[in-house]
């Protein structure tokens, strides 16, 4: 093992796992703060925010024009309390400072209707821990968000996924039992034993907690569902404290045995009119593989997010590694997503990662060359995707944590305009995308999918634009030139040349 800086932070990491080129500059001393500059919330529901800021701490924290419900802790940046009564748009602004320096940035907080005006960010527990995921797991991955520095980029769901509950039939003795309390709500197994206090915990670090559940009787790994039981189900989950439920149709399919429109979109209707009701604001995200075009309705059923895939960790691999394939059909999409509405390809998976196929196995370094991993983190944050990391937190090394926290690209990501990225060019060699932002700048992908290095080019004509334009690599972070008509970059096998184009002055 070795100590290396991240940011402000210590971090314990171990080897670096995959040999590459660390693009991401390292943050300075000085504070800089992250994150999305739009942020979604219901009137009089319990708000909490962790100003995400990197810079050496101690840092001390200000926000003027912060609405009278709530408070800030000067020293953690933490924001909460309750969100106004009165609908409308409150113009916050950020400032931290420390020895170094000062920083500032607009926060606007939108009381209304409309939950993730951006696309979430956190981490999921599945295809690290699978079925022995455990309370313990998951406030040690709450722990590793924060000092790793993940957290002072913008990641702030720390999600349990499937097996927290009973398990009908198991021999596990951690699993059995009574699979509801005597009001009809679902229980937990013996590894959770204190949900409150568990989402107190991640609370207590500014961040927020997720869980799942099926619509059906049992969930994917056999577990007890919310069928029948939606509405106490959903209660208990708010009463717990829990901020997002992903909604995974598994075996409700053998209720919805016709599989017309209807079908697919009932059990969702209602669980997102019950979420609606709840004096807690809870993203929903649902998790039926893109069945009935999901993307088309989504949002109309109370979704804040959709997968419209199969499981990318279930994904075969073909020329291309299976996030490509994945990647690829979710972009197909980009006319239904914005604020509040956000296509979900999976998680992302690099560094130390399970294997779907085998859950038995003890996680493994990822097999993705270092090129496809920049590939597939900057084609999720192009299509304004939820960045959800689902490796190992305790095995973070410093290329991974290069990959997932690099603030321009995150801020392509968390873009408050709220656009996927379109699809420009697609061929066997060759897959552009491009992305409007707020500021009228585009950002733009060049990927290379082909087998050798290439030179890939875009032309203004493609993407609508006139004049010079000043081209930025985000990934590098550094201004690389002016451009009169097109830009063009060498890139790598399977790797991406992502750049911001703005009009040069």
């Not at 739009?38 to 912060?66: D, E, H």
């Not at 939108?110 to 406030?139: C, E, F, Q, S």
């Not at 009119?273 to 039926?288: E, K, S, T, V, Y």
């Not at 290379?448 to 290439?454: F, T, V």
Request: aromatic letters at 10%; hydrophobic letters at 35%; glycine letters at 10%.
């Amino acid at each position: 093992m070795k100590r290396a800086t991240f940011g402000a932070l210590l971090v314990v990491f171990g080897p670096i796992l995959t040999a590459g080129p660390v693009l991401t500059p390292k943050p300075g001393p000085a504070p800089k703060i992250n994150g999305p500059k739009v942020y979604g919330a219901r009137p009089g529901k319990p708000f909490l925010y962790r100003i995400p800021c990197t810079g050496q701490r101690p840092i001390r924290f200000t926000a003027s024009k912060l609405p009278a419900s709530m408070k800030l802790d000067s020293a953690t940046g933490i924001i909460s309390g309750r969100t106004p009564e009165k609908r409308g748009e409150y113009a916050v602004t950020l400032q931290a400072a420390n020895g170094h320096g000062k920083a500032s940035r607009a926060f606007k907080i939108v009381v209304g209707d409309t939950l993730a005006l951006t696309p979430p960010m956190g981490w999921n527990h599945w295809y690290t821990h699978y079925n022995r995921i455990t309370d313990k797991l998951i406030r040690e991955a709450a722990d590793v968000m924060v000092s790793s520095g993940m957290a002072d980029y913008g990641y702030q769901y720390v999600s349990i996924d499937d097996c927290w509950m009973i398990k009908p039939g198991s021999k596990d003795p951690m699993l059995v039992g009574e699979p509801r309390d005597a009001a009809g709500a679902v229980r937990t197994n013996k590894h959770f034993p204190d949900m409150k206090a568990l989402t107190d915990y991640i609370h207590g670090k500014g961040l927020k907690a997720g869980t799942y559940t099926s619509p059906g009787p049992l969930t994917c790994a056999g577990y007890v569902g919310a069928y029948e039981h939606e509405e106490i189900d959903a209660k208990r989950i708010a009463e717990w404290g829990f901020d997002l439920l992903k909604y995974d149709w598994c075996s409700y399919g053998k209720i919805a045995r016709e599989k017309t429109l209807e079908e697919f979109q009932r059990p969702y209707r209602k669980m997102g009119a019950i979420l609606q009701g709840l004096d807690r604001d809870i993203q929903l995200n649902l998790c039926q593989y893109g069945m009935g075009d999901v993307w088309r309705w989504g949002g109309e059923v109370g979704g804040h997010s959709w997968r419209t895939t199969g499981d990318l960790g279930l994904e075969k691999d073909t020329r291309l590694p299976g996030f490509y394939q994945i990647g690829m059909r979710n972009a197909e999409h980009s006319e239904y997503a914005g604020p509040g509405r956000w296509n979900d390809p999976d998680y992302i998976l690099i560094g130390v990662i399970g294997n779907a196929h085998r859950i038995d196995e003890a996680p493994k370094p990822t097999n993705l060359t270092p090129d496809e991993q920049y590939s597939y983190m900057s084609m999720w944050s192009l299509m304004a995707s939820p960045l959800f990391y689902s490796g190992d937190m305790g095995r973070l090394d410093e290329f991974t944590l290069n990959v997932l926290c690099n603030s321009e690209v995150i801020d392509i990501n968390q873009d408050a305009l709220g656009k996927q990225a379109r699809i420009v060019r697609r061929t066997d060699e060759e897959f552009v995308l491009a992305k409007p932002l707020e500021d009228g700048s585009i950002a733009v992908g060049l990927f290379n999918i082909g087998e050798a290095p290439r030179k890939l080019t875009v032309k203004w004509t493609e993407l609508n634009l006139s004049g010079r334009q000043k081209a930025r690599d985000v990934w590098r972070q550094k201004d690389i030139g002016v451009f009169a008509d097109s830009f063009a970059a060498e890139t790598p096998r399977h790797g991406v040349a992502m750049v911001r184009l703005s009009a040069a002055k």
